[in-house]
């Protein structure tokens, strides 16, 4: 049974950065794919970004592409999601994911989930 702690999350204006870390804990990190989902009030979870197991393999959707990037260190056993050129329709609870095989943009595979981390952007 593994576990995924967020951290990170914050108020920032628009324009402006932040990084989000992913502890995983509780077994071996580097057999699952690591991924960020967000969920803005009222609305559905949604696909951020996603990473293969060895970190080969990225993915984003188009809303983030060019702006969010996202990385792992498997020996320190956390994930990251460099958030830059931030808009206030990025404001939602982010959430880190693990699993040994995620299919990113439908969020099946998914094993393991954070509890989240708040990111408001203002304008």
């Known amino acids: 049974q593994a576990e995924l702690e967020e951290s990170g999350g914050g108020l920032v204006q628009a324009g402006e950065s932040l990084r989000l870390s992913c502890l995983f804990s509780g077994q071996t990190m580097n057999t699952n794919d690591m991924a960020w989902f967000r969920q803005a009030p009222m609305m559905e979870r949604e696909f951020v970004a996603y990473?293969?197991?060895?970190?080969?393999?990225?993915q984003y959707p188009d809303s983030v592409k060019g702006r969010f990037s996202i990385s792992r260190d498997n020996a320190k056993k956390m994930a990251f999601l460099q958030m830059n050129s931030l808009k206030p329709e990025d404001t939602a609870v982010y959430y880190c994911a693990a699993g040994s095989f995620i299919l990113p943009k439908s969020g099946s595979g998914v094993d393991y989930w954070g509890k989240g981390t708040l990111v408001t952007v203002s304008s």
């Open positions: 990473i293969s197991w060895n970190g080969d393999m990225t």
